[in-house]
């Protein structure tokens, strides 16, 4: 076992944090959706430092990471920027969005669509997420039809991260309506196709600085080279996705964990009262202890699941921890934070970001209720429910 990280990595970290503090430390918005244009300008920095492509082949214009590297970066990433919804959004675009593409794509595809992506020119979106189908991805409505060398989607997809700022997504739909795991097909559909049109940004309780909205396919034709994969294949697109989502996207959480950690061990150093620092009082200290502990049992889970992923292993079972402690944890250190600030802790600062940020991480990428019975059937319990969905 080897718990450190080459000096490369550790170089890469530092340059990713500094970079981040420099030119990323704005707050995120405190109500309604990221100015469209400063958003953009942001991901085009974020392009050049090489992180809206991280993990993409070198020779499509990405760095080439692994997944233990990509998640020390995106760690590092949520340490350093405290907009914590602006890097939800650059690893949701990375991971599943663009890795779908570099492990399903043609070789067409591939040279299409990732270079701008990957630069920073471009923004991608995966739109899967049903008002009626959330956990329940087998169960999409959106239908996609063949029509000769076209096919023809209809449906409303809700809940798409980068919806709104969009140039292309990767979007599910059935090709074969109660056809179970066989019955989804992918398709990379351009944002400028006539019939895609994208609803108003959500207004959200955290992750603010990530524009989230509707996507509407009405009558939106697409040519047969869309497919990504193959028709019937959008299943396991979805699954390998998923695979570096829960796993890569949720270090950036470690990240604003440890960031929000130090800020209260500061605090608690210097805030007094009866006399003394309140970091004296047993009751701010083990509580303290407990968030140490939540930090790293999670980082640990996360990073085992992420050398799994690099190793080239088929277990959904890792990801599915790390998603689990890492956004438990995250509500859990949010929580603390805000207590042992007082009052402050629910004014505008870190701790309280930190836990509106963290609520909806227990629920995209899959539920952690679908979490514990996807593990729970890896352990030969809980019967055979389907369901892995990500919302």
Partial sequence: MNFAFDDETEDMREAVERFAR????????????????????RWQLAGKQG??????????????LDAVTAAAVMEAFGYGCPDTG?????AAHLFAALVPVVEFGTEEQKRRWLPALCSGERIAA?????????????????RAVRDGDH???????AFTTNAPVADVFV????????????????FVVEADTPGLTVGPPYDKVGLRGSPTADVRLEGCVVPATAVLG???????VFTASMKWERTCLFAAYLGAMRRVLESTVAYAGHREQFGVPIGDFQAVSHRVVDMTLAVESARLVLYKAAWELTRGGEDQVAPALA???VSEAAVRVGLDAVQLHGALGVLDGEAETLLRDALPARIFSGTNEIQRNNVARALGLGGSRRGAGRR
């Fill in 22 to 41: 420099r030119e990323l430390g704005d707050a995120p918005p405190r109500d309604g959706a990221p100015d469209r244009e400063e958003f953009r300008r």
């Fill in 230 to 236: 193959a028709e019937g294949a959008g299943a396991s």
């Fill in 151 to 157: 096919y023809v989607l209809e449906g409303t997809k």
């Fill in 86 to 90: 602006f890097a939800f959004s650059v």
């Fill in 51 to 64: 992180l809206v492509g991280s993990v993409v082949p070198e020779r499509y214009g990405g760095s080439g």
């Fill in 323 to 325: 998603k689990l402690a």
């Fill in 171 to 186: 979007v599910q739909a059935a090709t074969a309506p109660g056809g179970g795991f066989f019955g989804l097909t992918a």
């Fill in 126 to 142: 995966h739109a899967i997420t049903e008002p009626e189908a959330g956990s329940d991805t087998l169960g999409l409505r959106t």
